[in-house]
């Protein structure tokens, strides 16, 4: 099994940035793409981007160009970077694992980043 922690969130004015962090424990092995979503109360997840084991990005057009997704598998932590921020980029954010066959393995329990001055 998996487990994903998200760590990082927090209150930040806006045009501020942050970093948040998902550190991957257990069988890490099996996991090959790596996700980071958000959400906010009321409506459906939504996902930022994603990042393979080799680290190739993509993201969901609306985020591209302030949030960078990265990745460190000797520490099996991938990582998102929120630059510019909004306040309607207040959600939970999540990151999510996926095995070779784009299986969902994992998901981590959020943390929160609020937007606000």
């Known amino acids: 099994q998996v487990q994903l922690v998200e760590s990082g969130g927090g209150l930040v004015q806006p045009g501020g940035s942050l970093r948040l962090s998902c550190a991957a424990s257990?069988?890490?092995?099996?996991?090959?793409?790596m996700g980071w979503y958000r959400q906010v109360p009321g409506k459906a997840r939504e996902l930022v981007g994603r990042?393979?084991?080799?680290?190739?990005?993509t993201y969901t057009d609306s985020m591209k160009g302030r949030f960078t997704i990265s990745r460190d598998n000797a520490k099996n932590t991938v990582y998102l970077q929120m630059n510019s921020l909004k306040p309607e980029d207040t959600a939970v954010y999540y990151c999510?694992?996926?095995?070779?066959?784009?299986?969902?393995?994992?998901w981590g329990k959020g943390t929160l980043v609020t937007v606000s001055s």
């Open positions: 257990g069988s890490t092995f099996s996991i090959n793409t």
């Open positions: 999510n694992a996926l095995n070779s066959l784009n299986v969902i393995v994992a």
């Open positions: 990042i393979t084991r080799g680290g190739s990005t």
